[in-house]
C-alpha cells in the first residue's frame, strides 16, 4: 500500500502486515526544540527498520528516534510550534493514530546559553556598525523609567507564549511585542503612571536626537581646559629644541638605541634557554614517533581484541605514511611486522565477511573496515556475490531436504482419501476407505512436506533477498567502493542484476518443480531435468494446500514490489503466481470433480418428498456444496491482490480452458447418478440391507424405485440446483455462464432420457409381453361366437399394471410422469396393433369384443396418448372388420366397466404437465 504523510506529498509504500500504530501516552507533553520525548502506544514497529516515519506536529523526527521495543520509542523534537499530533508510519501496519497531543513552543536563547537546534543570532549584531549590541540577558534600564513594586502575581512564561504565540517580550528581539512587555514589567502600575513613562521615552528620545551640539553645550569647560593644556605642551616642546643643538627626533633615536642594547644584554641569557628547550622538544617529539612505532603490534593485537578496528585503520594509516618509504632497518623490521598483522587482520575480516547469514549493518561495517585496511580486490563484490551463492545453494538444499523427508514419510504412510475440505478416510493395503485409525486422524492434521518447503523456501528468499539487494543498492551508489579497485562501473550494475535475476529464477523454478511441474518447460526453465526429483504419486495429498501456497507466494511477490526491483525481476515471480493460480483453479475443480464423482458412496437413500419434485436424496444438495465451497475457496487465489497481477476470468487467453473445466465439473455428477442405477451399486445395497434396515427401520428401494429417485434427483438439479450454480459463476466472474448453463443441461437432459428409457424399458416391456400370454389365456379365440359381456380380462390387467406405473412414478418422479406413462402407452398400443394385424378372422362378437378393449383403453388413457400411440390405435381399429361397434351394446358395457374400475380409471383424469 502507498502512504502519503501531510503536507510532503512523498509516498511510502508499505506493506500492511500488522494492526497500525497508535500512540497513547507522551512523557513529557510539551518542550521546545530538542526536547526529548518518551513516546508509548501499539504496535509501534517490529524493529528499527519497521519504522518509517515519525512526526511529531508535523516536524519529521525520525533521524532522532530510538526504537526500544514496540511499545516505546524515544526521540528529540524538531523545530516545532503549537499543538499537534505523534504520528507513526510503519512498514508493517502503516500510518497510524494519535490519542494524545504535543505541545511545542519556541524559548528565547541567549548567545552564552546551550541549544539543541539552531538559532539565529543575528538579532544580536548590528548590522550597519558591524558590532555587537548588548546581550539580552543583561539586566537594561527600563525604558519607561517605572518601577512596578505592586503585589499582583505575574504571569507565567507559558501563558504568555499561548498569548503572543509569534511575540517576545524582550527588547532586542526582532519579534518584540509592547503588550507582552507591559503585561510582564507593569502589571500593576497605573494608566497616569503609563503615560508619565511615555512623556520619559520622549524626553529621552529628544535628548538622543540633540546630538553633538548638546554633547560640547554641557562640557564647555572641559573643552576650554584641554585647549590651554595643548597649547602649554606645545610651548615646552618648543623651548627644549632651542636648548639642544641637534633635532628633537635625533636625541629621541639615540636614548632608544641605548634601550635595545640594555634590553639584548638582559634577555641573551633567556634566549639561550629557549633554544635549548627547544632543541630538548624537538628530540622528544622524535623518540615519541620511535615509541609508537615500536608499540605498534601490540598496541593492534589489543584493540584487534577489543574489536577496535577503527583505532587499527588509525594507527596503521599513520605509521605508513611515516614509515612506509623508511630505509632504516631497525624500523623497516618494525613496520614488517606491523603489516604481517594487518595482514592477518585482513585474512580474519574477509573470512568473516564470507559467514552468512549475517546482519547486513554488521556486513557493511566489515566491509568498510577492510576498505580501510585497503584490501586486495573487492570486498563489498565479494560478500555480494557469497550472498547470491549461499541464497542459491540454500534453496536447493532446502528443496533435497524436503524432498528426501517426503520419500521417507510415503514409505508406510497410508493412502490418504481426501475430499477438497478435509479427509474423508484412509486405505491400506489390505482395508477399504472410512477406517478411523490413529493414521487417519494423524494424517489430517499433517502439513504436506511440499507446502513446508513452498513455506520454507519463501521465507530464505525474503529473509536474505532484500540485505542482498540494499547492498548491491548501496554498492552501486558508491558508498562501499575499495579505492584499490579498479572494478567498478556499468558491468556492475548488470552482473548485479543478473545476479538478482538469477535467484528468483531459482526460486520459481524451484516452486514450479513442487507445484507446478508441467509449466517448467513453458516457463523456460533451462535445468528442467534437475529440478524434478518430487513423486508423481500421491499429488492429491497437497492439492488442498495450493491456495495456502499461493497465498505464500502473493506475500513474496508483493514484498519484491515494495523493494522497487526492476519490471522484469518482479515479472518472474507474477509468472509464477498467475501459473500457481491457474494451477490451483485446475487442481480444486479436479478434486471437486473427483469428490462429486464418489458421492454414489454416500447415497442412503433417505427420501425428502415434495409435491413438486417428488422424492429426492440429499445427493443432490451434497453436489450443490461441493462445488460452491470449491468457488469461494478460489475466490481468493483468482481475485488479483496486488498490484501488476494477470486478470486469470477475464484474460482471454484462459477462458476457453476455464469454460471447459467449468462445464467438466458442473457435468461430473452425471457418473455418479449413472452409478447409482447400476448392477455394482445393486449389489452393493443388497450387502447394506441389513445395516439400512436396523437405521431406518425400511428396506432399501429396489431397482425401478432407484430409477425414479435418480430420475427425480436428475430433474431437481435441472430445474433448481443448476441455475443456482450458473448464478453464483456469474456472481464470481466467471465468464460465459450462459453457455456452461446450456452444455451442462443438455447432458443431464441427455441423461434424463436415458433414465426414462430404462425404467420404461424395466416396466413397460414386462407389461408388453405379457398382453399376448393374457390376451389368449384358456384358449381364447376371436374367430369363436359369443356375445361381449365386459371388457377382455388382459385389458383389466394391463390397466391394472399402468396404475402401479403411475403411482409410482407420480410418488416419486412427478415431473416426469406424462413422458413415463406416454412411452408405456406407445409400447403397449404398439403391442396390440400387433397382436389384431396377426389376427386372421374375427367373428362378430370378437370384433366386438375387440372393438370394446380398444375403446376402453383409449378412453381411458386419453391424458398420455401422443402421436406414435393414436397411429397405433388407428392401425389396431384398421385391422377388425367393418361395422364392428355397435353403439348401442358398446355404450352399456363401457359405462359397466367405468363403473367397475372407477378407483383405477381416477389417477388416468387431470391435467397433466407435458416434460
Request: proline share 3%; aromatic share 6%; hydrophobic share 40%.
Amino acid at each position: 500500500m502507498a502512504v502519503e504523510l501531510h503536507g510532503k506529498g512523498k509516498m511510502l509504500h508499505t506493506n500492511r502486515q500488522a494492526e497500525p500504530p497508535k500512540v497513547t501516552g507522551l512523557s513529557p507533553k510539551e518542550g521546545p526544540p530538542g526536547t526529548k520525548i518518551i513516546i508509548r502506544g501499539e504496535n509501534l514497529g517490529v524493529n528499527p527498520q519497521d519504522v518509517l516515519a515519525l512526526r511529531i506536529c508535523g516536524v519529521e523526527c525520525v533521524m532522532t528516534m530510538e526504537w526500544m521495543s514496540s511499545s516505546k520509542l524515544v526521540a528529540r523534537t524538531g523545530p516545532c510550534k503549537g499543538v499537534g499530533d505523534v504520528i507513526i508510519l510503519t512498514k508493517s501496519g502503516g500510518i497510524g493514530t494519535c490519542t494524545v497531543k504535543f505541545r511545542g513552543f519556541f524559548v528565547q536563547t541567549g548567545p552564552l546559553q546551550e541549544s539543541a537546534v539552531w538559532v539565529d543570532e543575528s538579532r544580536l549584531f548590528d548590522k550597519q556598525k558591524s558590532r555587537r549590541v548588548q546581550s539580552p540577558i543583561v539586566s537594561q534600564e527600563d525604558p519607561l523609567g517605572l518601577s512596578d513594586e505592586a503585589t499582583h502575581k505575574k504571569i507565567s512564561e507559558h501563558e504568555l507564549v499561548e498569548l503572543f504565540p509569534e511575540g517576545s517580550g524582550n527588547l532586542n528581539s526582532d519579534d518584540f511585542v509592547a503588550q507582552w512587555f507591559l503585561v510582564e514589567n507593569h502589571q500593576g502600575s497605573s494608566f497616569d503612571d503609563l503615560k508619565a513613562g511615555l512623556t520619559h521615552m520622549q524626553r529621552r528620545r529628544t535628548h538622543t536626537l540633540d546630538g553633538p551640539a548638546s554633547l560640547v553645550k554641557d562640557n564647555l569647560d572641559s573643552f576650554t581646559e584641554c585647549i590651554n593644556t595643548l597649547t602649554s605642551l606645545q610651548g615646552m616642546i618648543m623651548s627644549d629644541q632651542r636648548a639642544s643643538e641637534g633635532h628633537l627626533t635625533d636625541q629621541a633615536e639615540v636614548i632608544l638605541s641605548e634601550a635595545l642594547g640594555m634590553a639584548n644584554d638582559l634577555f641573551q641569557d633567556v634566549l639561550k634557554r629557549r633554544d635549548r628547550a627547544d632543541t630538548i622538544r624537538n628530540a622528544l617529539n622524535v623518540l615519541l614517533r620511535f615509541k609508537f612505532l615500536f608499540s605498534l603490534p601490540g598496541s593492534i593485537e589489543k584493540n584487534i581484541q577489543r574489536g577496535d578496528i577503527e583505532i587499527v585503520i588509525n594507527d596503521w594509516s599513520r605509521a605508513k605514511s611515516l614509515f612506509s618509504d623508511t630505509r632504516v632497518k631497525i624500523f623497516t623490521n618494525v613496520y614488517d611486522d606491523v603489516e604481517q598483522r594487518i595482514q592477518a587482520l585482513q585474512q580474519k575480516l574477509t573470512n568473516k565477511l564470507s559467514q552468512i547469514p549475517a546482519p547486513l549493518e554488521e556486513q557493511k561495517r566489515l566491509i568498510m573496515y577492510l576498505n580501510g585496511l585497503e584490501t586486495a580486490g573487492n570486498p563489498a563484490w565479494l560478500c555480494i556475490s557469497n550472498h547470491h551463492d549461499w541464497i542459491t545453494s540454500t534453496m536447493v538444499s532446502c528443496q533435497v531436504d524436503h524432498i528426501k523427508a517426503e520419500n521417507q514419510g510415503s514409505e508406510d504412510q497410508p493412502e490418504i482419501i481426501k475430499t477438497v475440505f478435509g479427509i474423508a478416510g484412509y486405505t491400506t493395503a489390505g482395508g477399504h476407505a472410512g477406517g478411523q485409525g490413529s493414521e487417519s486422524v494423524a494424517a489430517r492434521f499433517r502439513t504436506p512436506q511440499r507446502v513446508l518447503f513452498v513455506e520454507e523456501l519463501t521465507e530464505i528468499l525474503m529473509q536474505h533477498l532484500p540485505d542482498m539487494y540494499k547492498l548491491g543498492q548501496s554498492y552501486l551508489a558508491g558508498e562501499l567502493k575499495n579505492i584499490t579497485s579498479s572494478r567498478y562501473g556499468k558491468e556492475d550494475s548488470t552482473a548485479f542484476t543478473a545476479m538478482m535475476h538469477d535467484v528468483l529464477e531459482m526460486y520459481c523454478n524451484l516452486l514450479r518443480a513442487a507445484l507446478v511441474p508441467n509449466s517448467l518447460k513453458s516457463a523456460g526453465a533451462g535445468s528442467a531435468q534437475q529440478l524434478v526429483g518430487w513423486q508423481t504419486t500421491h499429488q492429491e495429498m497437497y492439492t488442498d494446500w495450493i491456495p495456502h501456497c499461493v497465498r505464500y507466494v502473493r506475500s513474496c511477490y508483493s514484498s519484491l514490489r515494495a523493494m522497487d526491483l526492476a519490471g522484469d525481476l518482479t515479472g518472474i515471480v507474477e509468472r509464477l503466481v498467475s501459473d500457481m493460480r491457474i494451477q490451483c483453479m485446475a487442481a480444486l475443480f479436479q478434486k471437486a470433480s473427483e469428490e462429486i464423482r464418489c458421492l454414489y458412496l454416500q447415497e442412503d437413500w433417505v427420501l425428502d418428498v415434495d409435491d413438486t419434485t417428488g422424492a429426492t436424496t440429499n445427493l443432490p444438495q451434497k453436489y450443490e456444496n461441493i462445488v460452491l465451497e470449491c468457488l469461494q475457496i478460489l475466490q481468493d487465489v483468482l481475485t488479483p491482490s496486488v498490484p501488476g497481477e494477470q486478470e486469470i476470468l477475464t484474460n482471454r487467453a484462459s477462458q476457453k480452458d476455464l469454460s471447459t473445466m467449468c462445464v467438466n465439473l458442473l457435468q461430473s455428477f452425471i457418473p455418479t447418478l449413472q452409478k447409482l442405477t447400476s448392477k455394482d451399486v445393486e449389489k452393493r445395497c443388497k450387502a447394506s440391507q441389513a445395516e439400512f434396515l436396523t437405521q431406518t427401520g425400511e428396506e432399501l428401494p429396489n431397482t425401478d424405485v432407484r430409477l425414479l429417485i435418480v430420475l427425480a434427483n436428475c430433474n431437481l438439479i435441472v430445474s433448481q440446483i443448476l441455475p443456482r450454480l450458473i448464478e453464483s459463476f456469474d456472481k464470481y466472474g466467471y465468464p460465459a455462464a450462459g453457455e456452461i448453463h446450456e452444455a451442462v443441461k443438455l447432458r443431464f437432459e441427455d441423461l434424463n432420457t436415458k433414465l426414462i428409457s430404462a425404467y420404461v424399458e424395466r416396466r413397460a416391456d414386462p407389461i408388453v409381453g405379457a398382453i399376448e400370454q393374457n390376451m389368449y389365456i384358456g384358449h381364447f379365440s376371436w374367430t369363436e361366437s359369443f356375445k361381449p359381456s365386459e371388457v377382455s380380462g388382459y385389458l383389466k390387467e394391463l390397466l391394472f399394471s399402468m396404475v402401479a406405473i403411475h403411482a409410482e412414478v407420480h410418488a416419486t418422479s412427478p415431473a416426469s410422469l406424462y413422458v413415463i406413462m406416454s412411452r408405456s402407452l406407445q409400447a403397449i398400443a404398439g403391442e396390440l396393433a400387433r397382436l389384431f394385424s396377426c389376427v386372421t378372422r374375427f367373428s362378430e362378437g370378437g370384433a366386438q369384443q375387440a372393438c370394446l378393449d380398444l375403446i376402453g383403453l383409449q378412453g381411458a388413457t386419453m391424458a398420455y396418448q401422443s402421436a406414435t400411440s393414436k397411429t397405433c390405435f388407428t392401425e389396431a381399429m384398421a385391422c377388425l372388420p367393418e361395422k364392428s361397434a355397435n353403439d348401442e351394446v358398446s355404450g352399456k358395457l363401457m359405462d359397466k366397466f367405468k363403473r367397475s374400475m372407477k378407483f383405477q380409471l381416477i389417477c388416468f383424469q387431470g391435467e397433466l404437465i407435458k416434460m
